[in-house]
């Protein structure tokens, strides 16, 4: 017995549990005729859609790693830049610059004058001592052995004979 609910129709013979809608061979293999070319399309399309996903993440992934690359490329260009920045020697001043050419005009007979007083000479010590440090030199045998000379006058200020 069929049973239904008010105002719905069924199309076709009511199944009973277990059972199987009749068909005919002929129409099943039509419809897979039918439909067998655009299952095939449907593949190749997904097939198709897959590899330009694929495709469009790997070129994400190249555009992203050249990206760190030249980031980390800039960020060790800042860093040899800093390295070269400190390792610059220090500019003397305008007024360093003077006193040393005031004294290097004849330091010799500035240092024997008789009114140089000890007070003088150590003051001239150091301010030839400070700017040799501030050339990278440790002392004034190091300058000597990087200019390739022995300038009696400037080892005498030092003690050196």
Same mark, same amino acid.
């Given at each position: 017995?069929?049973?239904?609910?008010?105002?719905?129709?069924? &199309?076709?013979?009511?199944?009973?549990?277990? *059972?199987?809608?009749?068909?005919?061979?002929?129409?099943?293999?039509?419809?897979?005729?039918?439909?067998?070319?655009?299952?095939?399309?449907?593949?190749?399309?997904? &097939?198709?859609? =897959?590899? +330009?996903?694929?495709?469009?993440?790997?070129?994400?992934?190249?555009? *992203?790693?050249?990206?760190?690359?030249?980031?980390?490329?800039?960020?060790?260009?800042? &860093?040899? /830049?800093? %390295?070269?920045?400190?390792? %610059?020697?220090?500019?003397?001043?305008?007024?360093?610059?003077?006193?040393?050419? +005031? =004294?290097?005009?004849?330091?010799?007979?500035?240092?024997?004058?008789?009114?140089?007083?000890?007070?003088?000479? +150590?003051?001239?010590? #150091?301010?030839?001592?400070?700017?040799?440090?501030?050339?990278?030199? &440790? #002392?004034?045998?190091? +300058?000597?052995?990087?200019?390739?000379?022995?300038?009696?006058?400037?080892?005498? /200020?030092?003690?050196?004979?």
């Amino acid at each position: 017995m069929q049973r239904r609910r008010a105002g719905r129709r069924r &199309a076709g013979p009511v199944l009973h549990q277990g *059972q199987r809608p009749a068909h005919d061979p002929a129409v099943a293999w039509h419809i897979l005729e039918v439909l067998t070319p655009l299952a095939l399309q449907a593949t190749i399309d997904a &097939a198709d859609q =897959i590899e +330009a996903r694929h495709d469009a993440a790997l070129g994400q992934w190249r555009r *992203q790693a050249e990206w760190e690359a030249a980031l980390q490329a800039a960020r060790d260009a800042g &860093a040899e /830049l800093d %390295r070269r920045e400190s390792a %610059r020697p220090v500019r003397l001043s305008t007024r360093e610059r003077a006193q040393i050419l +005031a =004294i290097a005009t004849d330091l010799p007979a500035l240092w024997a004058a008789p009114s140089t007083t000890d007070r003088d000479c +150590a003051a001239i010590r #150091n301010l030839v001592t400070g700017v040799f440090r501030r050339a990278g030199f &440790a #002392n004034i045998a190091h +300058a000597r052995r990087y200019y390739g000379r022995d300038d009696a006058r400037i080892l005498a /200020l030092y003690g050196y004979t």
